[in-house]
């Protein structure tokens, strides 16, 4: 596992966080039952120490009053060679050693600044029986009695009774094995709280994988697999604790999410079917639309198309008999003629946009050069035709479809554009064709078409997508108002094999 994932898992967060507080408990109980058992040893070590002391005296002032210096060495020696003893001094009232242990240092006067009698040696201080601790100059820790003889009238003989203190017995007992017991101790304690957070922490981790981390992998792996999809993914977690909830919560969100999947995917199906009928009756609109708009176009050019031809050519007959008539109707006859000949010319362009001829006869360019030349050149648009790549011929329904996506594309900038200059480029591909109409003109907000008002226009937009989409295309419409509009839209080829005719 990735070192920076362990660090963020639940299983090391809390084992780190029982681990601290364990390690902090036990390190507090361990300092304070140490200070508790060094505070009891010293408390009794000071006793013992001051009973010792006390008898230590007794037998002295008991040799003094005799005024058998043998003895009292004596007791001097013998009390120094028990165990812990590290020093025993009998000092007069000037500090000078009278008697000690081997007669060690006797004749020194003691340093009033040394560590162990500064605590005495202080303004302020009581002058009866005290223990201290201090440590002396080889660096060990040492309990000191100072137990005062004082001036008794026993002692009057030899002493002048004016005196209060005759001297101070010091005692000086070694704490070095008793601390040692205490430190050894608080090791132990150490040891076994520590072996026991050991012990709590691998049985926390344990209930803590058989309780919490294996079922939580068993969630994590439902809800990854749900996650990705499964929605028949249900957690079985048989309990009646936190994560058994969880669970049953789970397990109802996606049975009920399953069921909106399912429902989705009904209605889905539904609407993929609507649409596909709604295409196949659209396409059947289409279809019915330029069979309609062919026989038009053809009864249109055989009957009234024929009519006025006939009727513009007796006219024009007529014209020749004029002459022997009056200016006045001749000009009524110029006007008729230029009547006949709008309609015939109106006519034309009916026709053409019904249903042109030159798109069957010439191809898809011819015929888009033709329609905006119509309807274009004739307002004084400047028109700019590119053709690139090979030309050929579309099957007639893509040719068609295409003509007729350019051709409201030319009446949306005839009306609306007010444009000078229009671009018309017809790309030929391996496997498309790319038709694109450009202009100069005021341009539009292509969001706002369908809430602008001008439904025109909208539905113009509208049957150019459809058109497309239907002929297996795609129509991309780019406008900005103040900067024209472009219009393109791509067609697979599936040609006939024929080359276009230029």
């Given at each position: 596992?990735?070192?920076?994932?362990?660090?963020?898992?639940?299983?090391?967060?809390?084992?780190?966080?029982?681990?601290?507080?364990?390690?902090?408990?036990?390190?507090?109980?361990?300092?304070?039952?140490?200070?508790?058992?060094?505070?009891?040893?010293?408390?009794?070590?000071?006793?013992?120490?001051?009973?010792?002391?006390?008898?230590?005296?007794?037998?002295?002032?008991?040799?003094?009053?005799?005024?058998?210096?043998?003895?009292?060495?004596?007791?001097?020696?013998?009390?120094?060679?028990?165990?812990?003893?590290?020093?025993?001094?009998?000092?007069?009232?000037?500090?000078?050693?009278?008697?000690?242990?081997?007669?060690?240092?006797?004749?020194?006067?003691?340093?009033?600044?040394?560590?162990?009698?500064?605590?005495?040696?202080?303004?302020?201080?009581?002058?009866?029986?005290?223990?201290?601790?201090?440590?002396?100059?080889?660096?060990?820790?040492?309990?000191?009695?100072?137990?005062?003889?004082?001036?008794?009238?026993?002692?009057?003989?030899?002493?002048?009774?004016?005196?209060?203190?005759?001297?101070?017995?010091?005692?000086?007992?070694?704490?070095?094995?008793?601390?040692?017991?205490?430190?050894?101790?608080?090791?132990?304690?150490?040891?076994?709280?520590?072996?026991?957070?050991?012990?709590?922490?691998?049985?926390?981790?344990?209930?803590?994988?058989?309780?919490?981390?294996?079922?939580?992998?068993?969630?994590?792996?439902?809800?990854?697999?749900?996650?990705?999809?499964?929605?028949?993914?249900?957690?079985?977690?048989?309990?009646?604790?936190?994560?058994?909830?969880?669970?049953?919560?789970?397990?109802?969100?996606?049975?009920?999410?399953?069921?909106?999947?399912?429902?989705?995917?009904?209605?889905?199906?539904?609407?993929?079917?609507?649409?596909?009928?709604?295409?196949?009756?659209?396409?059947?609109?289409?279809?019915?639309?330029?069979?309609?708009?062919?026989?038009?176009?053809?009864?249109?050019?055989?009957?009234?198309?024929?009519?006025?031809?006939?009727?513009?050519?007796?006219?024009?007959?007529?014209?020749?008999?004029?002459?022997?008539?009056?200016?006045?109707?001749?000009?009524?006859?110029?006007?008729?003629?230029?009547?006949?000949?709008?309609?015939?010319?109106?006519?034309?362009?009916?026709?053409?946009?019904?249903?042109?001829?030159?798109?069957?006869?010439?191809?898809?360019?011819?015929?888009?050069?033709?329609?905006?030349?119509?309807?274009?050149?004739?307002?004084?648009?400047?028109?700019?035709?590119?053709?690139?790549?090979?030309?050929?011929?579309?099957?007639?329904?893509?040719?068609?479809?295409?003509?007729?996506?350019?051709?409201?594309?030319?009446?949306?900038?005839?009306?609306?554009?007010?444009?000078?200059?229009?671009?018309?480029?017809?790309?030929?591909?391996?496997?498309?064709?790319?038709?694109?109409?450009?202009?100069?003109?005021?341009?539009?907000?292509?969001?706002?078409?369908?809430?602008?008002?001008?439904?025109?226009?909208?539905?113009?937009?509208?049957?150019?997508?459809?058109?497309?989409?239907?002929?297996?295309?795609?129509?991309?419409?780019?406008?900005q108002v103040g900067h024209g509009t472009r219009v393109e839209v791509i067609m697979l080829i599936v040609t006939d094999g024929s080359m276009e005719?230029?």
């Open positions: 596992m990735n070192p920076m994932m362990f660090t963020r898992s639940l299983r090391f967060q809390v084992t780190a966080g029982v681990t601290f507080v364990m390690i902090a408990t036990v390190a507090l109980y361990a300092y304070l039952h140490y200070e508790s058992d060094r505070a009891l040893v010293m408390r009794e070590s000071g006793a013992a120490l001051t009973n010792t002391s006390q008898l230590i005296k007794a037998s002295l002032q008991h040799a003094m009053l005799k005024q058998d210096f043998s003895a009292l060495q004596s007791i001097m020696d013998n009390v120094g060679n028990q165990s812990g003893i590290q020093a025993l001094m009998l000092l007069n009232r000037d500090s000078v050693i009278r008697f000690a242990p081997g007669q060690k240092d006797v004749g020194t006067k003691l340093d009033l600044s040394d560590p162990g009698c500064q605590a005495c040696h202080q303004p302020g201080r009581p002058a009866d029986q005290q223990n201290i601790v201090f440590t002396n100059n080889l660096g060990e820790r040492v309990l000191r009695n100072c137990n005062p003889i004082a001036n008794s009238e026993p002692c009057y003989q030899c002493h002048d009774s004016s005196i209060k203190l005759n001297g101070v017995l010091i005692t000086d007992y070694s704490l070095a094995d008793t601390e040692a017991h205490l430190d050894q101790e608080m090791y132990t304690s150490l040891t076994l709280g520590g072996g026991a957070v050991l012990v709590l922490i691998l049985t926390i981790n344990l209930l803590l994988d058989r309780l919490v981390l294996a079922r939580l992998s068993r969630v994590s792996g439902g809800l990854r697999r749900f996650g990705q999809g499964d929605l028949s993914q249900r957690l079985t977690l048989q309990s009646s604790d936190e994560l058994g909830k969880l669970a049953e919560t789970f397990n109802s969100m996606a049975s009920s999410l399953q069921d909106k999947d399912s429902e989705n995917a009904r209605l889905y199906t539904e609407l993929r079917q609507k649409e596909t009928a709604l295409a196949q009756l659209l396409q059947q609109v289409i279809k019915a639309q330029e069979e309609e708009r062919k026989r038009i176009s053809r009864d249109l050019h055989d009957q009234l198309g024929a009519r006025l031809s006939g009727l513009t050519m007796s006219i024009e007959a007529a014209g020749h008999l004029l002459p022997e008539y009056p200016d006045p109707l001749k000009d009524r006859w110029q006007r008729v003629k230029d009547l006949a000949t709008q309609a015939l010319e109106d006519t034309h362009k009916l026709i053409l946009d019904l249903r042109p001829g030159v798109l069957d006869e010439l191809g898809l360019v011819a015929a888009i050069r033709a329609e905006a030349e119509t309807h274009l050149q004739s307002r004084g648009i400047q028109i700019d035709v590119c053709v690139t790549g090979t030309r050929r011929r579309l099957t007639p329904e893509r040719e068609l479809t295409l003509f007729r996506i350019v051709q409201e594309a030319i009446t949306n900038i005839e009306k609306h554009s007010s444009a000078r200059n229009v671009k018309l480029t017809i790309d030929f591909h391996d496997a498309t064709v790319t038709v694109t109409v450009e202009d100069d003109g005021i341009g539009f907000d292509v969001a706002s078409v369908p809430n602008d008002g001008n439904e025109t226009r909208g539905l113009g937009l509208l049957g150019m997508r459809e058109r497309a989409n239907l002929a297996g295309g795609s129509l991309q419409i780019e406008s005719k230029n």
